[in-house]
């Protein structure tokens, strides 16, 4: 089982007011919206690095090799996966 750790975080008063005016409403404690809060903005950024990282590494690949498709195959490659038909992806080429 993991031990959790105590974190002291300064608010201002406003946003201490929101808090707990949720945490009223939704009849939880203001430490579970909080930690709600948290993970949740955890997970966004996280999952946004990840596409950050995935955009970079593809940037650097076509940097090295000039290897892609064009947004017209890519359209027509679309249009035909909406239509119902089962196609592979265009090949890429310089």
């Known amino acids: 089982m993991a031990v959790s750790a105590t974190t002291s975080l300064r ?24 930690r709600e809060a948290v993970e949740q903005y955890l997970d ?3 999952s946004r690095e990840a596409v950050r990282q995935d955009a970079m590494a593809a940037w650097e690949a076509y940097q090295a090799d000039g290897l ?4 017209e195959e890519v359209d027509a490659w679309l249009a035909k996966l909406e239509a119902g038909e089962d196609v592979p992806p265009p090949e890429c080429h310089d």
């Open 44 to 46: 966004r950024e996280e």
């Open 11 to 34: 608010l201002d008063p406003e946003i201490t007011a929101r808090v707990r005016r949720l945490a009223a409403t939704r009849q939880r404690s203001a430490h579970w919206v909080m």
């Open 68 to 71: 892609h498709a064009t947004g």
